[in-house]
């Protein structure tokens, strides 16, 4: 199995190591006669550590090199993260401008109850956004970044739901001949954690864009674009197996009236412990996107795109 390719001394290393899971620095790498898939990674969630390990855990599941790089916002100072860590191992859009990638991932970020155009770093957001269309073979959105991206390129819009999204929810496949769900059961769980979603009823009008995969709970989870170059996940299929377990007992001791994560507690009782139940569907999930929709579909070099 190819590994990922990560910065030396990345804090996720050691952990994902621990794990039994293949991860390489660029030196080894490069003694190896292939060419590794160039995938940008835009980190919006505060807890930016957690989330890199989370989401390295899922492209390491695969036989495909892959040469990471970590973006931050340039026009927002991260306060949950040091900034040794930023300077370290981050880029800002400034210094990948020039650059191709084969795919980037853009994750999610807690401020879905904010209007987009009110986000500090929206100017910028919709900046790479357009700049990925001429420079990213392929992009998943991840959550907020999903419904971002839905919102600038199609003009689909979010509401805001009556009680806060939390737990694992049923899935089906709607489109079966869809590589991206290729091995998938008919139906398969997801987590999500969100106070808004996407309009379904703008989704099924937009004939550039299909839903994939769907709840009859929480709405459309996988959605793409026509072209398969665009993938929005309105879910957290990366989640650790305690992250949602975290999100509760922190809302709790802030004294939110919030229910008890669907799904997700063994009898939906926190004391009986967690039931982890998506974990391979978000494995393949991740392979099959890498290998049909990036790995399948670039050119050896980049520079031809």
Not at 127 to 132: Q, T
Not at 201 to 205: A, C, I, K, R, Y
Not at 258 to 273: F, L, Q
């Given at each position: 199995m190819s590994p990922v390719i990560i910065p030396e001394h990345l804090p996720a290393t050691e952990k994902l190591n621990n794990e039994n899971i293949f991860v390489m620095n660029k030196k080894r790498a490069t003694t190896q006669d292939i060419r590794p898939l160039q995938v940008l990674i835009l980190n919006l969630m505060p807890t930016k550590i957690v989330t890199e390990t989370q989401i390295l855990r899922l492209l390491s599941n695969n036989l495909i090199q892959i040469e990471l790089t970590f973006m931050q916002m340039a026009s927002y100072e991260s306060k949950n993260t040091p900034k040794s860590h930023l300077d370290s191992f981050y880029s800002t859009f400034h210094d990948v401008y020039d650059k191709r990638f084969d795919a980037m991932i853009v994750t999610g970020a807690p401020i879905e109850l904010m209007e987009f155009e009110d986000v500090d770093y929206w100017r910028e957001f919709t900046?790479?956004?357009?700049?990925?269309h001429e420079k990213i073979y392929s992009c998943m959105f991840i959550c907020w970044s999903a419904q971002a991206a839905l919102y600038h390129y199609y003009g689909i819009n979010k509401r805001t739901l009556n009680e806060k999204v939390s737990g694992i929810y049923n899935h089906k496949v709607i489109n079966k001949t869809a590589k991206l769900t290729r091995g998938f059961d008919d139906y398969f769980d997801a987590p999500h954690s969100r106070n808004t979603e996407i309009i379904r009823?703008?989704?099924?009008?937009n004939e550039d864009i299909e839903i994939i995969a769907e709840s009859e709970l929480v709405g459309p989870h996988i959605i793409a674009s026509k072209d398969r170059r665009r993938l929005f996940i309105t879910g957290h299929p990366e989640y650790d197996k305690d992250t949602l377990n975290t999100e509760y007992i922190r809302d709790v001791n802030k004294g939110l009236d919030?229910?008890?994560?669907?799904?997700?507690?063994?009898?939906?009782?926190?004391?009986?412990?967690i039931n982890v139940t998506w974990r391979s569907h978000a494995n393949l999930l991740y392979a099959n996107w890498i290998n049909y929709y990036v790995y399948q579909e670039t050119d050896f070099d980049l520079n031809k795109k």
């Open positions: 900046d790479i956004l357009d700049w990925a009823e703008q989704l099924l009008e919030i229910k008890v994560p669907h799904s997700y507690y063994i009898e939906d009782k926190p004391e009986n412990g």
